[in-house]
């Protein structure tokens, strides 16, 4: 099976601009959630989407937010970017079967945001 | 708010000796994961713990979870310079079932 996927890998933007962040799960999950890592802060968990409803939402601005598609690939967009938000963004996905299944997670490589 | 400590930040050790990293939670946790990730890569599951008291192994790795479900430790015996990287435990906040990360533990090894 492949693997999570996400795109772009890299991707450099200026302060007040928005950006799009797109994630492909493991085949036959429905399960996606977004991580933001940064040295400062580490793992932060943004948001977790099952069968394209929100089941979890981290502590982040509403400039943050995230869509799931009917066929689980995930999407977030971060509007209005500021210096603070560039980092390493996580998608991960994971198997099971109800909206109250929390197997373990896969993870993607990774989109490195950088924010000029 | 809700965390999940984890200790140490930082352990050196020499190849052969054990380490021990420790993860502690404000609030019981419905269960645990333990995550490696290696430098320049993404986090690696290793194992969940869902039991209180529950003692897990894999070859070198010991993991347990706490009676009160409200810490966790992953021991390693005898090191290998395979296992270098940073390693995270991620609680679920019982009732929330939001995943919280501990800041991890960066292990280096000195052949």
């Known amino acids: 099976k492949a693997g999570v996927t996400q795109t772009p890998r890299y991707l450099i933007k200026t302060r007040g601009q928005q950006v799009t962040l797109s994630c492909s799960p493991i085949?036959?999950?429905?399960?996606v959630s977004w991580y933001q890592q940064t040295p400062g802060q580490g793992l932060q968990f943004l948001f977790e989407?099952?069968?394209?409803?929100?089941?979890n939402k981290g502590n982040f601005p509403g400039r943050f937010s995230g869509r799931q598609f009917s066929n689980s690939r995930s999407e977030m967009n971060v509007s209005t970017l500021e210096l603070g938000d560039s980092a390493l963004y996580l998608c991960?996905?994971?198997?099971?079967?109800?909206?109250?299944?929390?197997?373990?997670?896969?993870f993607g490589p990774g989109t490195r945001l950088t924010v000029l | 708010g809700q965390q999940v400590m984890q200790i140490p930040q930082y352990q050196h050790v020499q190849e052969g000796e054990d380490f021990t990293t420790y993860c502690n939670s404000s609030?019981?946790?419905?269960?645990i994961q333990w995550y490696k990730q290696r430098p320049g890569g993404h986090p690696v599951f290793l194992i969940q713990l869902v039991k209180s008291g529950e003692v897990k192994k894999q070859k070198r790795l010991t993991f347990q979870f706490g009676e009160a479900k409200k810490n966790s430790s992953l021991h390693i015996t005898a090191t290998q310079t395979t296992d270098v990287g940073t390693y995270f435990c991620?609680?679920?906040?019982?009732?929330?079932?939001?995943?919280?990360f501990g800041q991890g533990t960066r292990l280096t090894i000195n052949p």
């Open positions: 085949s036959g999950h429905r399960s």
């Open positions: 989407y099952f069968s394209e409803t929100q089941r």
């Open positions: 609030t019981t946790l419905s269960n």
């Open positions: 991960a996905s994971s198997s099971g079967t109800s909206v109250f299944s929390y197997n373990e997670q896969f």
């Open positions: 991620a609680g679920r906040i019982q009732g929330a079932q939001k995943l919280v």
